[in-house]
């Protein structure tokens, strides 16, 4: 698959305004049959899965169980649904080889809710595969680049 960093870029600016819009399936259905969605712990990005606690270690089946879950009334934590604005910069192909396209970016994610904002920061690593001739994430780990979680104390949203 040869594809540029433009349409990449492209790629990752739709996710963005998915999320943004709480379109949270169709966020979902950008992920290939075997996609997963991680966020390793704190200062511990190369964490192992089987070792170490990740706020998010979701296979495609828990990440389509999560997007659902965040659009119902039930999710307290985000009924009514937070304010949320995201920044991609410095999109950048890794490597590219016939298991796929390795990119990262760099983000900011501001949420407001109940008159309080928060911001995460950090880098999106992709590796991006072809699948039924589209372009879908195979896997997302979001690095967090803060010392902790405070203020805020969690990750309720899909960064």
Not at 24 to 33: D, K, R
Not at 146 to 153: A, E, K, N, T, V
Request: aromatic share 8%.
């Amino acid at each position: 698959m040869n594809i540029s960093r433009q349409e990449i870029e492209d790629f990752l600016y739709h996710e963005a305004e998915l999320l943004d819009e709480w379109k949270l399936e169709e966020w979902a259905a950008l992920f290939s049959s075997e996609g997963v969605y991680l966020i390793p712990p704190i200062g511990n990005p190369e964490a192992n899965v089987n070792h170490s606690l990740f706020y998010v270690n979701d296979d495609r089946a828990r990440l389509d169980q999560r997007a659902k879950r965040l659009l119902k009334k039930e999710a307290h934590v985000e009924y009514p649904h937070s304010t949320t604005l995201r920044n991609i910069h410095n999109v950048r192909i890794v490597d590219q080889d016939p298991d796929g396209i390795k990119a990262r970016c760099n983000f900011s994610t501001y949420r407001t809710k109940r008159e309080t904002l928060d911001c995460f920061v950090g880098v999106s690593e992709y590796t991006l595969v072809e699948e039924n001739e589209e372009l879908k994430i195979k896997e997302k780990k979001v690095i967090l680049k803060l010392d902790s979680l405070r203020p805020h104390g969690k990750v309720s949203i899909i960064l």
